[in-house]
C-alpha cells in the first residue's frame, strides 16, 4: 500500500524532547521530492515545520530552529523529526507530507504532540 504512517508523539513536559518518525512506502521513497513535517492546533492553520529535500538540504519554520532536527534515512525509508526544548505552544498535531515526483502529495494520518505539566 502507498502511504505514509506518522509516530512517535506523546506527552511530554516543557523543556522535554521527542523524536517522531515518517515511515513511507519504499515507492514513495524511491521517488520521492520533498518530505515535510506540518503540525495544527487547535483553531490554528496548518504550518510547516521543517521539510528536506531529496539532496538532503533543509529548512525550518522561525519557531522551532535551533530546537527541532529533520533528517532522513533512505535505508529505513523514514524521515525523522527530533524535537528538544519543546514549548507549550508547540502542542499540536503533526503530519507528514510526501511529494513525489510529478507533484503528487501523500499525508499521514498524524500523531499528537502534547507538550505541558
Known amino acids: 500500500q502507498v502511504q505514509v504512517v506518522e509516530s512517535g508523539g506523546g506527552l511530554v513536559q516543557p523543556g522535554g524532547s521527542l523524536r517522531l518518525s515518517c515511515a513511507a512506502s519504499r515507492i514513495i521513497f524511491t521517488y520521492f521530492n520533498g518530505v515535510g513535517w506540518y503540525r495544527q492546533a487547535p483553531g490554528k492553520q496548518r504550518e510547516l515545520v521543517a521539510s528536506v529535500i531529496r539532496s538532503g538540504s533543509t529548512n525550518y519554520a522561525d519557531s522551532v530552529k535551533g530546537r527541532f532536527t529533520i533528517s532522513k534515512d533512505n535505508a529505513k525509508n523514514t524521515v525523522y523529526l527530533q524535537m528538544n526544548n519543546l514549548e507549550p505552544e508547540d502542542t499540536a498535531t503533526y503530519y507528514c507530507?510526501?511529494?513525489?515526483?510529478?507533484?503528487?502529495?501523500?499525508w499521514g494520518q498524524g500523531t499528537q504532540v502534547t507538550v505541558s505539566y
Open positions: 507530507k510526501a511529494v513525489v515526483h510529478g507533484g503528487r502529495e501523500y
